[in-house]
């Protein structure tokens, strides 16, 4: 049974990064069907289900990491326990936002511009004006810091306590966007929650990361954007994901029987998916805000799915029809960073001549399929999906050779 367990955490979690790939890697990002992009502001798309379900099951392997001696999955696992697990943790968290800050500095130089000193060589004031504008939060750097804190939070604590930590964040959050006057506003947050540039979340970002006003550089996502989709405050409230991923990992590790664990998860994550929705009624289902709503929503969703994987691979640990979902699971680490990489060489770097201008690969595969009458979304799909096929061929062939690579 503890190799069905840990196998389903597999399962789920090689579905949500090859679920990640697919929305992340359209041949054209104006050509997509409503489910593969993010919703513009309030309610939730398929796409909007990717990094909470990552999320999640963070805390289901924070809790298998930090509270089990032997880990059981379908390669070779660590088979001891760190010694010092608040070193690793601070390890692991590290290893995670140097990763992150390291993608969003890709390619490492700006082309266009340079800065820094009139002494300094050309070549060097490129890599200043990159970092001028460096990104700092993103996907890598929510996951370190929602995953150190929950880790640090849940491991001596007791399933009531977390709980109340839950509980606690999300509503501390709830009353934080929508009680306290947004400085400079002149109103405070819950008039404000359908304004994206105008929330709490929004100034704590511009306040925290917009160095310009320091002549500093600008450390948001997109100037066009107004606001940061990883952002300090909604990064707090992302935190209690997490949580409720360990206390979901709590009860699927419990030496209760499988069918009661399956009963007691479908169960309770139906629950939140109502909650959810209620809650959404007076605080609305946001993924850029990370609402409570949002939050309860959909571990939920996430929950019920990973209830019906327990259930479907018990028994079926090696079976074939597995093999996919568990080469991606084994190397999400390896798929992102990775991914991400060649993402933007496809995009920046191979470039194809197409009706007299020079394209990403992604887009000119997407302009080819066009011109033989293949509809927009279909043909930028067509993309996406064999962006998706190339990612299982190498991650596929790294499982083959019992290579395995998660920081947490």
């Known amino acids: 049974m503890a190799a069905d367990r840990v196998v389903a955490v597999d399962v789920f979690r090689g579905i949500t990064v090859a679920a990640m790939l697919l929305v992340n890697n359209a041949g054209n990002p104006m050509a997509v069907f409503s489910p593969l992009r993010h919703s513009a502001w309030?309610?939730?798309?398929?796409?909007?289900?990717?990094?909470?379900?990552f999320l999640f099951v963070v805390g289901i392997t924070t809790h298998i990491t930090t509270h089990s001696t032997t880990h059981v999955a379908s390669v070779p696992r660590?088979?001891?326990?760190?010694?010092?697990?608040?070193?690793?943790?601070?390890?692991?968290?590290?290893m995670l936002l140097g990763i992150g800050l390291l993608l969003n500095a890709w390619p490492f130089f700006e082309k266009s511009s340079v800065a820094g000193p009139e002494w300094l060589p050309t070549v060097l004031g490129h890599i200043v004006a990159?970092?001028?504008?460096?990104?700092?939060?993103?996907?890598?750097?929510?996951?370190?810091v929602?995953?150190?804190?929950?880790?640090?939070?849940?491991?001596?604590?007791?399933?009531?306590?977390?709980?109340?930590l839950v509980v606690g964040i999300l509503l501390s959050y709830w009353a934080?966007?929508?009680?306290?006057?947004v400085p400079g506003e002149g109103a405070i947050g819950a008039q404000?929650?359908?304004?994206?540039?105008?929330?709490?979340?929004?100034w704590v970002d511009r306040i925290a990361l917009d160095w310009t006003r320091f002549g500093l550089g600008w450390h948001l996502w997109d100037r066009a954007v107004p606001y940061e989709p990883e952002g300090l405050l909604s990064t707090l409230s992302a935190t209690a994901t997490v949580l409720i991923g360990v206390l979901a990992g709590r009860w699927l590790t419990s030496t209760r029987p499988l069918a009661e664990r399956v009963r007691g998860l479908a169960g309770v994550s139906v629950g939140l998916i109502v909650v959810g929705l209620v809650w959404g009624q007076v605080l609305p289902i946001n993924k850029p805000l990370w609402t409570g709503s949002y939050v309860v929503f959909t571990a939920g969703i996430a929950g019920v799915l990973l209830a019906g994987i327990t259930a479907l691979v018990q028994g079926r640990e090696q079976a074939r029809w597995l093999r996919p979902a568990l080469a991606f699971g084994l190397n999400p680490m390896i798929a992102y960073a990775g991914s991400e990489l060649v993402a933007t060489i496809f995009r920046s770097s191979i470039k194809?001549?197409?009706?007299?201008?020079r394209?990403?690969?992604?887009?000119?595969?997407?302009?080819?399929?066009?011109?033989?009458?293949?509809?927009s979304r279909v043909a930028s799909l067509v993309w996406a999906l064999a962006f998706v096929a190339l990612w299982y061929a190498i991650l596929r062939a790294l499982r083959t050779r019992g290579v395995a690579f998660r920081v947490t």
Not at 147 to 163: E, Q, W
Not at 352 to 357: L, N, P, R, S, V
């Open 176 to 181: 934080a966007l929508t009680l306290v006057p």
């Open 192 to 202: 404000l929650l359908d304004e994206p540039g105008r929330t709490l979340a929004a």
């Open 130 to 144: 990159r970092a001028a504008d460096l990104r700092v939060m993103g996907v890598l750097q929510r996951i370190a």
């Open 78 to 94: 660590a088979t001891t326990r760190d010694a010092q697990p608040g070193r690793t943790i601070l390890r692991r968290v590290a």
């Open 42 to 53: 309030h309610g939730c798309t398929f796409t909007d289900l990717v990094f909470p379900f």
């Open 146 to 164: 929602t995953y150190g804190l929950a880790a640090f939070l849940s491991r001596r604590a007791s399933t009531r306590t977390v709980l109340l």
């Open 352 to 357: 194809w001549k197409f009706d007299g201008h």
């Open 359 to 375: 394209v990403g690969t992604g887009l000119a595969v997407t302009r080819l399929l066009e011109s033989v009458g293949v509809e």
